[in-house]
C-alpha cells in the first residue's frame, strides 16, 4: 500500500533524501519537465479552497517522510497555499518537537523570480494585497539565494544584462533606446509561428482574429457559447442583456474563433495533459467535441463546459469549449514560458508592474524581440515598470 502510494505521489529519491518536487499551477508543474512532478495541491492532498484536514493515513505517512519540499514558481502561489501546505506538513508530524517548526521542519525551496507578475487574488486589487506569497507570516524565515546563471537568455548577454537592470528598476535613457530600435509600426505583417503578448484581454481578442484572418482567410470557425437561464421570465432583449453583461465576468469565451490547425490554449484543468495554460492545436469540430492535438503528437476531444454567473435575482449558465485561439495571449498567461519564435510585444496597456518585464524576458534574445506600437506612440519607460515586492 505505502509502496505504491509512494511511486504514485511520484517522491525522488536524491542522495538518500526523500524529496517532492512540486509545481504552484498545473503549468508550472509541467513545464518543470520532471515525470514525478505534480502541483502542491495535488502531492499534499489540498483541495482548494478552506483547508480541511487530512484523512488519508497513507497520506499523512507519505507527506512526514519526506525530507525535502521544492515548490517551483512560487510567485504564482497565493499565500494561502504556502500556509496550507505548512499546515499540512504540521499536521502529518503530529507528534514530537517537528510540530512546531515551520513545514514541520522539512527543508522546503521555494523557486521563482519575485519580479514577474503578482500571485493572481480574486478578493483585492492593487498593491496592498495581504495573499501575496512574500506577505505570507512565515515568508520572512525563507534565506533567498540569488539567481547565479540566467539560462534563458545564456547566448545574449547584452540583453541578459539589460533585463537583469529592468527586473527592479525602470530602464535607463539608453536601455529605452536600445529597445526603441525594436518597434514596428501597424499593419505589420507576424508570422503566423509568432507570439504576440498584450496587456488586456480585449487587445488580445483582436489579435486572434487579425491572425486567424490573415492566416486562415477562408477556413474560420466560430462556435458560439450556449447560454440558459435558470429563470423563464425573461425576454429575449433582457437575455441579451444579461449575456452582454457576462463579458467581463465569464472566464469561457463568447465565441471561440479557430482554424484547422490554429493554434489554441486549453483555459481549464480538465485532466493531466490538458489543464490551464496548456497548449493545443485545434483541427476540427466533431459534433459536440472539439478535436485538439498535444504538443505531444496525441490527439484528443474537449467537451464543452458550464459555467454559471448569478445575475438580479437569476441565474445563467453559459456552455463553450475551455478553449481560447492563442496567437496573442496577455502577459499573465506567458508567465514562466520561453519562447524561440519571435516574440511581439504590445506594451500599449502595460500598466500593472512587472508586464513589461515579464513580456520582454519570455524572448531568448533581443533579436526575436518586436514592439507593435501604433504611429502616435512611442515606447516609455512607464510601460516598464518593474515589479518590487514591498514585504
Ligand atoms: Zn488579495
Redesign the pocket.
Known amino acids: 500500500m505505502f509502496q505504491s502510494l509512494m511511486a504514485n505521489r511520484r517522491v525522488l529519491t536524491v542522495q538518500g533524501r526523500r524529496v517532492i518536487v512540486a509545481g504552484s499551477t498545473a503549468k508550472a508543474a509541467d513545464m518543470l519537465d520532471i515525470p514525478s512532478a505534480a502541483t502542491l495541491h495535488y502531492m499534499l492532498g489540498l483541495s482548494g479552497g478552506r483547508y480541511r484536514p487530512c484523512i488519508s493515513n497513507a497520506l499523512n505517512v507519505f507527506i512526514d517522510l519526506a525530507d525535502v519540499i521544492i515548490v517551483d514558481e512560487y510567485s504564482m502561489a497565493a499565500a494561502e497555499l504556502l500556509e496550507a501546505a505548512h499546515c499540512r506538513c504540521v499536521e502529518a508530524a503530529q507528534h514530537g518537537e517537528r510540530q512546531f517548526s515551520i513545514f514541520a521542519g522539512k527543508k522546503v525551496i521555494l523557486c521563482g523570480d519575485p519580479h514577474q507578475l503578482p500571485a493572481v ?1 480574486r ?2 486589487k492593487g498593491d496592498d ?4 506569497p512574500y506577505r505570507w507570516q512565515h515568508f520572512a524565515a525563507f534565506r533567498s539565494v540569488p539567481l547565479v546563471t540566467n539560462v534563458r537568455q545564456a547566448g545574449d548577454e547584452e540583453f541578459a544584462e539589460l533585463l537583469f537592470r529592468m527586473r527592479t528598476s525602470l530602464p535607463t535613457a539608453a536601455d529605452l533606446q536600445v529597445l526603441a530600435a525594436r518597434v514596428v509600426r501597424p499593419p505589420t505583417a507576424m508570422p503566423e509561428e509568432a507570439i504576440i503578448v498584450a496587456g488586456l484581454n480585449s487587445e488580445v481578442r483582436l489579435y486572434n482574429r487579425q491572425q486567424l484572418q490573415a492566416h486562415h482567410p477562408d477556413g474560420v470557425t466560430e462556435v458560439a457559447a450556449a447560454h440558459t437561464f435558470g429563470s423563464s421570465t425573461l425576454t429575449a432583449a433582457q437575455q441579451a442583456d444579461v449575456i452582454a453583461s457576462l463579458e467581463h465576468r465569464c472566464t469561457l469565451p463568447s465565441h471561440l474563433n479557430f482554424a484547422a490547425n490554429s493554434p489554441a490554449i486549453c483555459i481549464r484543468n480538465l485532466r493531466n495533459t490538458l489543464y490551464n495554460g496548456a497548449r493545443l492545436t485545434v483541427l476540427q469540430l466533431a459534433g459536440d467535441r472539439l478535436r485538439v492535438r498535444l504538443p505531444s503528437g496525441a490527439e484528443t476531444t474537449i467537451s464543452r463546459v458550464n459555467e454559471s454567473q448569478l445575475f438580479g435575482h437569476g441565474m445563467v449558465t453559459r456552455s463553450q469549449f475551455p478553449v481560447l485561439c492563442s496567437y496573442a495571449r496577455t502577459v499573465h498567461r506567458v508567465q514562466g514560458e520561453t519562447f524561440q519564435v519571435p516574440v511581439y510585444i504590445d506594451p500599449t496597456s502595460f500598466q500593472q508592474p512587472g508586464q513589461g518585464y515579464v513580456a520582454l524576458s519570455r524572448a531568448k534574445t533581443l533579436s526575436k524581440v518586436f514592439f507593435v506600437l501604433a504611429e502616435s506612440q512611442q515606447l516609455e519607460a512607464a510601460m516598464f515598470t518593474p515589479h518590487v515586492p514591498q514585504h
Open positions: 487574488c478578493r483585492c494585497c495581504p495573499h501575496q
